[in-house]
Structure formats: C-alpha cells, structure tokens
C-alpha cells in the first residue's frame, strides 16, 4: 500500500525524523486557511500516489494566503500521470541549500533492507545510479539485528557527507529509518530530497513511503489511511469481495486457482497471441460465492472479451468446480465465451457435468494451450 506524502510525513515525524510543519486542504479556501494558520511563505503539494510532482507543475510556492489559494486553484485537478489532484498538503515553505538523496527499500534479491544515500538529491534517483554510480551509497543490513551504528557512519562517509553537524543528523535519520522499516513493516521509505537548510538543519522535505499489505493487519492506523476513491475501480471491488486480482490491459479475463497456476495461465495466454486483462486468483475451492465474486469483478472490466476458467483439481474436485461454474452461472447473466480447461482430481465427471449442464457460450477444452488457443480465438 502506498501512502500520500503527507501521511508518510506523519510516520516519519512519529519516528522521530523532521519534516515542516503543514495541513491537508481538499479545495482552494482550505488551502488559504491553512497558510493563514501557518504563516509566512508556504509550498502548496499536490497529493498523488505517483512521483515527479514537481515537474508536473504539482509543486508551488506562495507567499502567502493569496497566492497558495491561487496556486491550489491551478493545482487541483490536475492530471499527473493519470493521477487527478484531489488533495493538497500546505506546508511552511523550507529555504534550500542542499538536497540529498536517502531510502531504505526491501531488497527481494537479497532477502534484505538495501540503504542508499546520495549527496545528489531532488532528482530522479534511477539517473543517479545510471550516470553517476559511484555517487550513490548502497548498503544491505541484517534484518534481524537493530540498527547497528556503524551501518549509518559507514553510509554517510561513501556518500561523502563531510560536514560533522549534517553528518550527526543524517546518521540520526539513518538510524530511525531502520527502526521504522522494521515497526511498519515497510517495503519504502524514501526521502528525496532530504534537504539541508542555510541554517545546517537536515529534514526531509518528501516522504514516499509504501507498507506491506500482508502485513496491515497488524497496523489498523496505516489501513484506515488507504484512499478507496484513488484505487482501480476494479481493484476496489476485487478486495471488497475478498478476490486476488490484479488488473491488466489485455482482452482475455483469467480465473484459476493458486498463484502458479494463474501465471502460467497468463504465459499460455500470450503464447497464443492474445493479452490478459486480469490475474484473479480463487485460491483453494472453487465455490459457487467466489466463483461469482470473481466472474463479477472480471466481467466489470469493459477491456474484456472472452474468459479463460482455468482450474487444477487437487483437494478441490472436478465435479465441485463444474459445479460452482454451473452454479454461478444460473446466478449471473454472461454473454461472453469462456472456455474452461479442467484437469487433475475427477476432472471427467465435471467436463461431463459441464458438457450436459453449461449454456451455449461455455466451452470445455482438455488441455491449456487448447484453451489458450480458443478462448484467444473467441475474443478477437
Ligand atoms: P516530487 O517532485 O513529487 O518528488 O515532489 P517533492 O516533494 O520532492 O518536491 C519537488 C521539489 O520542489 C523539491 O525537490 C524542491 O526542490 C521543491 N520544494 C519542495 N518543497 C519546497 C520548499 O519548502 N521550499 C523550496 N524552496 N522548494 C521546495
Ligand atoms: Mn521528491
């Protein structure tokens, strides 16, 4: 789950790292307010789950209440990267003289929490590691042990932060990162920049963060904070109804059960010349309730033509499956084709109930590619 800055703001100040002091303002007077409460100069942010705000034009200073409700004004409903602005985050605008770069992220090669820290900050970091590697500073760290004081001294000094006073605060920071990466089970947290004022004070003037989703179970505060109305529409009802999905931009819907399954499902599909619109995912059993859960979400995607129903039987049987599908489909009207290839536990006795029972868009195929090959054929 990625958060808006200005909620990552307030775990970073949670754990102990400075940010500037600021408020959300959904429309132009709520903007003008909340720089009257502030004082003094004030940046005005467009809140996206997306990076590059700034050079969006998503990113203004004012001076003051005239000018931030102005510059909010020109900045909500803006279209950044697909993104509409619908929220803004007013804060006391800081002065610059330095911007770093500072992140830790998950490292799945590694099985670790990889730091990196760059001198050459406010830019695009994957620019930095392109043209410039020996400018970024990358560090794995155990996961296991806490921070470890080293870890932040050895950081700093390859980043080439010299200075002691920024070096004290930035190993601070360092330290705090890594506690709060393992406290909120995070996969993100980056700060770019991570900024030095002309007075030496190190803060961080953005904040990216993203949380595991396995794990928001156990951090209530960070789910509540999930904005419904900026999720895929489609993604939205897939996890109200309790259904893995993941939408794509293909033409063909995808229902299987387990995650391999429905991979390689995928590959079939693009073996066969066609695109997938979806990964959906029943898990275990193929019951009616989910079936039709899944069918619904699948068949809301407008981009869909035809649907692949692909299902292995092991502890879930052949006949429960065909009966499921059948099930759902008396319960729900589909005119689309879907093919459906069953195989393993019992697998004959539901392509016979299937044969016998189906209506006239469900065809049966024996083998995956065959029905990669048919459903990709239906759909064109
Ligand atoms: P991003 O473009 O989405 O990464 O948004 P950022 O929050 O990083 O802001 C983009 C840029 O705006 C920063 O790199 C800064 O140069 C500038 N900026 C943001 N806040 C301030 C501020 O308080 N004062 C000044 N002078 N510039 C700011
Ligand atoms: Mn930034």
Known sequence: MDLYEYQGKELFKGLGIPVSEGRVAYTPEEARAAAEELGGQIVVKAQVLTGGRGKAGGVKLAKGPDEAEERARDILGLDIKGHIVRRLWIEKASDIEKEYYLSVTFDRGEKKPLFMLTKEGGVDIEEVAEKTPEKLARMHV??????????ARWLTFKAG????????????IIGKLREGFGQLD??????????????????ALDAKVTIDDNALYRHSDIAEMRDVEADDPQERMARERNVTYVKLDGEVGILGNGAGLV???LDVVGQA???PANFCDLGGGAQADSVVAALEVITSDP????????IFGGITRGDEVARGLLDALERMTIDLPIVVRLDGTLAAEGRALLADGAPANVHVEATMLDAA???VELSR
Do not use: C, H, W, Y
């Open 142 to 151: 155990e996961p296991l042990t806490g921070f470890q004081p080293f870890e």
């Open 161 to 172: 932060i010299t200075d002691p006073s920024e070096q004290k605060q930035v190993m601070s």
């Open 273 to 275: 010349g066609g695109r």
């Open 373 to 375: 090959a048919r459903v």
């Open 186 to 203: 995070a996969m993100l947290l980056e700060i770019n920049p991570l900024i030095v004022t002309p007075e030496g004070e190190v803060k």
């Open 303 to 310: 981009g869909v033509r035809g649907i692949l129903f692909n």
């Open 263 to 265: 991979m390689s499902t």
